[in-house]
Protein backbone atom coordinates (compact mmCIF):
# COMPACT_ATOMS: atom_id res chain seq x y z
CA UNK A 1 0.00 0.00 0.00
CA UNK A 2 1.14 3.60 -0.90
CA UNK A 3 -0.22 7.39 0.02
CA UNK A 4 -2.33 7.66 -2.95
CA UNK A 5 -4.30 11.36 -1.85
CA UNK A 6 -5.12 12.33 -5.30
CA UNK A 7 -7.94 9.59 -5.52
CA UNK A 8 -10.07 11.77 -3.09
CA UNK A 9 -11.46 14.90 -3.83
CA UNK A 10 -14.26 17.54 -2.17
CA UNK A 11 -13.75 16.48 1.59
CA UNK A 12 -14.11 18.57 4.34
CA UNK A 13 -11.27 20.11 5.73
CA UNK A 14 -10.66 20.60 9.29
CA UNK A 15 -8.61 23.68 10.49
CA UNK A 16 -7.39 23.92 13.80
CA UNK A 17 -5.11 26.52 15.43
CA UNK A 18 -1.54 25.56 13.65
CA UNK A 19 -2.61 23.56 10.50
CA UNK A 20 -5.35 22.89 8.43
CA UNK A 21 -5.93 18.60 7.70
CA UNK A 22 -7.49 17.21 4.25
CA UNK A 23 -7.99 13.72 3.68
CA UNK A 24 -6.01 10.74 3.18
CA UNK A 25 -5.91 7.89 1.04
CA UNK A 26 -3.68 4.59 1.71
CA UNK A 27 -3.97 2.06 -0.95
CA UNK A 28 -2.81 -0.88 -2.97
CA UNK A 29 -5.01 0.39 -6.10
CA UNK A 30 -7.79 -2.13 -7.71
CA UNK A 31 -7.36 -4.33 -3.90
CA UNK A 32 -7.86 -1.69 -0.46
CA UNK A 33 -8.30 1.61 0.12
CA UNK A 34 -7.71 3.07 3.43
CA UNK A 35 -9.38 6.89 4.11
CA UNK A 36 -8.98 8.90 6.74
CA UNK A 37 -11.12 12.36 7.43
CA UNK A 38 -10.85 14.61 9.52
CA UNK A 39 -14.08 15.83 9.47
CA UNK A 40 -16.67 13.84 7.91
CA UNK A 41 -19.07 17.04 7.21
CA UNK A 42 -18.28 16.31 3.32
CA UNK A 43 -16.76 13.32 2.66
CA UNK A 44 -16.31 13.88 -0.91
CA UNK A 45 -15.39 11.24 -3.55
CA UNK A 46 -12.91 8.68 -4.22
CA UNK A 47 -11.77 7.95 -7.59
CA UNK A 48 -12.05 4.14 -8.80
CA UNK A 49 -12.34 4.24 -12.27
CA UNK A 50 -9.26 2.06 -12.10
CA UNK A 51 -10.24 -0.40 -10.35
CA UNK A 52 -12.51 -2.79 -11.64
CA UNK A 53 -15.44 -5.29 -9.92
CA UNK A 54 -17.23 -4.74 -6.82
CA UNK A 55 -15.89 -3.76 -3.35
CA UNK A 56 -17.29 -3.34 0.48
CA UNK A 57 -16.97 -0.02 2.17
CA UNK A 58 -17.25 -0.01 6.16
CA UNK A 59 -17.33 3.13 8.49
CA UNK A 60 -14.23 2.97 11.26
CA UNK A 61 -15.19 4.79 14.17
CA UNK A 62 -12.05 6.05 15.94
CA UNK A 63 -13.52 6.53 19.47
CA UNK A 64 -14.39 3.52 19.59
CA UNK A 65 -12.15 1.36 17.55
CA UNK A 66 -15.28 -0.62 15.83
CA UNK A 67 -16.63 -0.58 12.16
CA UNK A 68 -20.15 0.58 12.13
CA UNK A 69 -23.15 -0.89 10.70
CA UNK A 70 -23.76 -1.34 7.83
CA UNK A 71 -21.26 -1.96 5.57
CA UNK A 72 -22.66 -1.50 1.75
CA UNK A 73 -21.16 -3.21 -1.88
CA UNK A 74 -19.78 -0.45 -4.26
CA UNK A 75 -18.84 -0.58 -7.80
CA UNK A 76 -15.28 0.32 -9.33
CA UNK A 77 -15.05 2.05 -12.52
CA UNK A 78 -15.82 5.23 -11.96
CA UNK A 79 -15.55 8.12 -8.78
CA UNK A 80 -17.98 6.77 -5.89
CA UNK A 81 -19.54 9.48 -3.55
CA UNK A 82 -18.27 7.77 -0.07
CA UNK A 83 -21.82 8.96 2.03
CA UNK A 84 -21.63 9.74 5.84
CA UNK A 85 -20.53 7.93 8.70
CA UNK A 86 -23.85 7.43 11.19
CA UNK A 87 -22.12 9.10 13.97
CA UNK A 88 -21.46 13.10 14.22
CA UNK A 89 -20.00 13.93 11.01
CA UNK A 90 -18.02 16.88 12.85
CA UNK A 91 -15.76 14.28 14.40
CA UNK A 92 -13.03 12.08 12.54
CA UNK A 93 -13.57 8.98 10.96
CA UNK A 94 -12.01 5.88 8.81
CA UNK A 95 -13.42 4.18 5.45
CA UNK A 96 -12.15 0.70 4.67
CA UNK A 97 -12.59 -0.33 0.89
CA UNK A 98 -11.82 -3.76 0.32
CA UNK A 99 -13.01 -6.58 -2.18
CA UNK A 100 -15.53 -9.19 -0.85
CA UNK A 101 -14.61 -12.43 1.31
CA UNK A 102 -15.32 -15.29 -1.17
Same mark, same amino acid.
Given at each position: ??????????? =??? %? !????????????? &?? $?????????????????? =??? %? !????????????? &?? $???????????????????????????????????
Amino acid at each position: MRPMDGLLTGE =SRY %S !GEANVCEGQVFAR &EG $EIYAVYLPVAEKTGILDL =SKA %S !GTFVQRWYNPRTG &EF $EKPSREIKGGEPVELGSPQGKASEDWAVLITRPKE
